[in-house]
């Protein structure tokens, strides 16, 4: 069996001790790097991850409550309100009451929403592309199963 730390090799300058073996510690340090190179490449577009994905889900899934949009993401229900008050002010997504459920509000993607995605997600998978370049495809598809073993394995209290 190898040895924990040969599998994640540092110089001594980099040296952190009892936190090398630490997954937490590896995938937080991973997590910053990624998210600090999304942020360049969505610079200039108004837009987050969680708009981002919001705009994703409603496209995915024309007519979702803003309620089953939360689900999806892990976002809490509170949260929730003001996010899609951002993306419906911004004209990307249109809101209408549920017909099924009047209590409801059944969401749709404007054009603009539509275009601004299209814009993302071609940065997005340019960022994507140099964060994991020298992964094989068979590296990247074992790297998404193991992070989603990992996300079925959350609390699941979202509300």
Do not use: W
């Amino acid at each position: 069996m190898q040895n924990v730390s040969s599998l994640c090799p540092m110089s001594r300058e980099n040296d952190v001790g009892a936190l090398a073996p630490l997954i937490g510690y590896h995938l937080r340090r991973a997590s910053g790097a990624f998210a600090s190179d999304f942020a360049a490449a969505v610079d200039g577009t108004g837009m987050r991850q969680v708009l981002i994905g919001i705009l994703a889900v409603v496209e995915g899934t024309p007519g979702i409550n803003q309620g089953a949009v939360g689900r999806v993401l892990g976002i809490k229900r509170a949260n929730m309100v003001s996010l899609i008050n951002e993306v419906v002010d911004a004209g990307l997504i249109d809101r209408e009451i549920d017909v099924s459920d009047r209590r409801a509000f059944s969401l749709s993607i404007t054009e603009l929403g539509r275009a601004k995605l299209a814009d993302c997600l071609k940065r997005i998978e340019a960022h994507e592309r140099q964060m994991l370049a020298g992964f094989s495809e068979a590296e990247k598809a074992t790297l998404l199963e193991l992070l989603g073993r990992i996300e079925r394995r959350a609390p699941s209290d979202l509300s």
